[in-house]
């Protein structure tokens, strides 16, 4: 066990469950909760602490379930609250926790409070929601957008008001302003704490407090998307998850994560020392937003090894007191191979991607698949895409006469369906173990991996996710230990080492599909090489020690550890 006194989720590592793909316990071709029980068996193998659920609610599914219609129903194509308290009991037994999304930003047009609150302006109702009157002419109170495209505010004739919605129309901005929504809020997060969860990841928190002022904004768009204008890190963002913390959280033991867009370094170690009682860690969006082009992250563009360094070791250092999650891909992110790996070298690659992330400070995320290395989903038609995101994207380049091919390989390097097509479980054809009915979004053409196959390889990215893992528990360096860039100026080695009194670990990752010579500095890693003992390599026959020049081959990852005498 590892020898650290700090809290149970820094020494964590979490696997991010999108239900919907991840197994059919029914052959109705969605996965569901009997599903995920089937398969705990398969996360305690791979030795995951804790299972982080994308949002399981009643829901009419505009954005697969980020639009709840009832916080405290279980919608029924996942199963009954029944089979989540079994989920829940059969995780703690075997020393699982879960955690809830919850999305408490907004709800869907159809929850109950926002049809209440749309008949009238003078309702109970009335003001849970961010109504504005139109402008002089009729039109929207200003030019905010919504992040999937078009404006961020939808006419309501019955109120003769506009509502905001930062996402889809059919996701409504709850009014965080009113202290009875607040209440109400709470309370939704409460019947679940006493249900037995484990904690929550807040979707996109950073928005919840808006600029009263709603003020125009002047940017190169005609909509500016709301969280760049009035919508993201305002006035009261930090008093309203004081004020949770105080009411809800520090009632039970919880982990929490707060999706944060556009928010730097500074604003999160606002929201994540712990002396100011908000939240544990932040999903940030920084080294996400890297290869971004001209249509956001729909590009071609590939991250530069000397910007993702600046920028991740940026994070390491500047929220000390506070706490990062490591994540390189999620439901709304490309497959990490394909993006910042190699598709050539799709095993060497994801073990190597995986090495550097686990070996950082900030609790690791693993994001379904990701332990396979599986590859962005392969589709033969742009029709087969679901997401609400890409199909906008789709259709708006379609408007705007773009070439049919360019479309094709932004959306193949791009869309969100990339990460959430069905997980193989075996080689079995047509659904690959996941159901035996089609599923709701089609499986890659070219499914690059599966469990059953990945379990019967000891050489697998599987096991060494499992390794990775495993050395957290053990390495207390590896949760504690502070963290220097080391060869900043390598054009294709990131190494890093991570220290603590009692302990050196020297991480050394390379980005290069050729063998390439490589020798640290000991001046500089402080680190006696011949000491220094290798603890994991993702190929076989690395060297034992640091000593001397190292021949590293594409995409090697090594783990050198020293234990200092005192
Ligand atoms: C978050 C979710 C994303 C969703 C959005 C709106 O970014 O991760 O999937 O579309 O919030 O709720
Ligand atoms: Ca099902």
Redesign the pocket.
Known sequence: MCATAAPWWKQSVVYQIYPQSFQDSNDDGIGDLRGIIQRLDYLKTLGVDVLWL?PIYESPLV??G??IADYQKINPMYGTMEDFRELLEKAHERGIRIVM?M?I??TSTEHRWFQESKKSKDNPYSDYYIWKDPKPDGSAPNNWGS??GGPAWEYVPERNQYYLH???IE?ADLNWESETVRQDIYDQLRFWLDLGVDGFRF??ISLISKDQSFPDNNGEYVYTKSYYAGCSNGPRVHEFLHELHEQVLDHYETITVG?T?NTNSAQALLFTNPERKELDMVFQFEHMHLDYGKYGKFSLERVNLADLKENLSKWEHDLEQGWNSLYWN???QPRAVSRFGDENYPVESAKMLGTLLHGMKGTPYIYMGEELGLKNTVYDSLDEYQD??TRYFIENMKEAGENPEFIRQVVYNGS?DNARAPIPWNDQKPYYGFSNHKPWLNFSKETSANVETALANPQSVFYHYQKLIALRKQLPAMVDGTYTLLAADHPQVYAYRRSTSNQDLVILCSFAPEEIPFELDPKESRVNPAKARLVLSNLENSPHTLEGVHRLRPYEALIYCLDKEN
Do not use: L
């Open positions: 994308n954005d697969n980020y639009d999304d999305v930003n907004h992040t999937f930062c996402f889809a996701q979707d996109v999706e867009p999620n439901h709304d609400i995101e969100r």
